[in-house]
């Protein structure tokens, strides 16, 4: 197809580099202005679910449930009551004064 429209563009090679340009730019705005704007309320682009609303307020995932989050569910505070389960510190060693 492409070959065809090729042979079919006129004035030697500097048209045909124009043409094929023009055909481009054709096709871009085609489906810029008209067929993506037709398509658009026929797509699920703004269809965002991101959790499951069920109606239950003690369903499990709610976080108005008694017990959420779930145990066992991520790292038990640190007993200085940090929530990683390493020194932050450690690879992270204060600078020397300089001499």
Aim: aromatic share 12%; glycine share 12%; net charge negative.
């Amino acid at each position: 197809m492409y070959a065809w429209i090729w042979r079919k563009l006129p004035f030697g090679l500097p048209g045909k580099l124009a043409g094929s340009v023009l055909l481009t730019t054709a096709a871009v705005a085609l489906l810029w202005y008209v067929v993506f704007p037709w398509a658009e309320p026929l797509l699920p682009f703004d269809d965002v679910q991101v959790g499951q609303d069920t109606g239950d307020p003690g369903a499990p995932g709610d976080p108005g449930a008694p017990g959420y989050p779930p145990p066992g569910d991520g790292p038990a505070p640190t007993e200085d009551g940090h929530d990683l389960p390493y020194d932050t510190d450690e690879n992270n060693p204060h600078p020397s004064p300089e001499e």
